[in-house]
């Protein structure tokens, strides 16, 4: 999701006929462009020149200092309890004890989730299939624990079906976290998961050590994380009773008996139709500070003689700046010499 403001000006009468500034927001930062840039008066002194370049600087420094703190992150509050991550582009529930808190409120919700089933999982054919090695379990309250907290793996599966039947969110692509079946069976540092790449690589937690005590500032951004096993969708082909489980308590990733009960968390591919209010906020900003800028370069320069106009390419002008890009927060200026 991008937003573009553009607008076109008569600046420098004597010297520039068009400039046409562009700015862009995206997840990764900043992009401001001057994109067509004439200086046909080369008599014209070079500090007079070198007005409309400081503007541009000026705006994008500004800009810079808007975005601090989200241009280099990877994780974006989308509101509505949704966190987008660029890198995977995946969106996280930002409850992670969901469940629980939608039981809190719905004394109905393991029936509500059942039915939302037709009663019955299909998995990998296992010998807890409720006829042994057929692939369908059937669902019974006991599969969602006495505490409407940790549910085994079909009532995990389960109640993701039921977030779809529902369009939690106004979505129903939700999933639990999936695990390459190519990674190791237990270690620490796998990071080629959904959840090992959230604990590691986004909430800052250490092998052997809970995230609840060693994390980032986007740990900030969850509510409910628990230091315990939460389950992945990955069911283990050569142990199919058995399913890929993460463990927030120490970042190991392992495997689990499918019967047992532990936490689920949703997670959908792709980004939210939204833009933070705030990048929208500075957007507009940003537009205004560029307006009254070139507005003012203007005025200041309304009293030099007007030569005949007429148009070059930006990619031809003399001098003057060109581009400034903000990748990354780094401000790149493209000088034209």
């Not at 995990?156 to 979505?171: D, E, F, R, V």
């Not at 959904?194 to 969850?222: C, V, W």
């Not at 900003?285 to 200041?300: F, P």
Request: proline content about 3%; overall charge neutral.
């Amino acid at each position: 999701m991008q937003f573009t403001l553009g607008f076109k000006v008569d600046t420098f009468p004597h010297a520039v006929r068009t400039t046409y500034c562009k700015i862009r927001t995206e997840s990764y930062g900043a992009f401001l462009k001057a994109s067509r840039v004439a200086f046909i008066n080369e008599n014209v002194p070079k500090e007079n020149l070198m007005k409309p370049k400081k503007t541009l600087l000026m705006l994008a420094l500004l800009a810079s200092t808007a975005t601090t703190g989200t241009a280099q992150a990877s994780l974006f509050d989308r509101g509505n309890g949704l966190i987008y991550n660029d890198v995977t582009n995946t969106t996280w529930v930002s409850d992670a004890n969901l469940f629980a808190t939608q039981a809190a409120g719905n004394a109905n919700l393991v029936t509500d989730i059942i039915a939302a089933n037709h009663g019955v999982i299909y998995d990998l054919p296992n010998v807890y299939d409720t006829v042994a090695n057929s692939g369908i379990y059937t669902l019974t309250n006991a599969d969602f624990g006495t505490d409407s907290v940790r549910m085994d793996w079909w009532a995990a599966q389960a109640w993701i079906g039921y977030l779809n039947k529902t369009s939690y969110a106004g979505y129903n692509n939700w999933a639990l976290p999936a695990t390459p079946a190519a990674t190791v069976t237990a270690d620490f540092n796998q990071t080629g998961s959904q959840m090992g790449e959230l604990y590691y690589n986004e909430l800052g937690g250490e092998a052997r050590k809970s995230i609840s005590t060693t994390h980032n500032a986007n740990y900030n951004l969850f509510t409910n994380i628990q230091s315990y096993e939460y389950w992945s969708s990955t069911e283990l082909l050569e142990l199919s009773y058995t399913a890929r489980v993460f463990h927030f308590s120490s970042g190991l990733q392992y495997i689990e008996n499918k019967q047992n009960h532990v936490y689920a968390w949703a997670v959908r591919t792709g980004d939210v139709a939204a833009v933070p209010i705030p990048a929208a906020f500075w957007l507009f900003g940003s537009g205004l500070v560029c307006l009254l800028g070139l507005r003012r370069d203007t005025e200041q320069q309304n009293n030099l003689p007007s030569t005949k106009k007429s148009v070059i390419p930006a990619g031809r002008a003399k001098r003057g700046l060109a581009e400034i890009q903000l990748p990354w927060m780094a401000i790149t200026k493209h000088t034209i010499d």
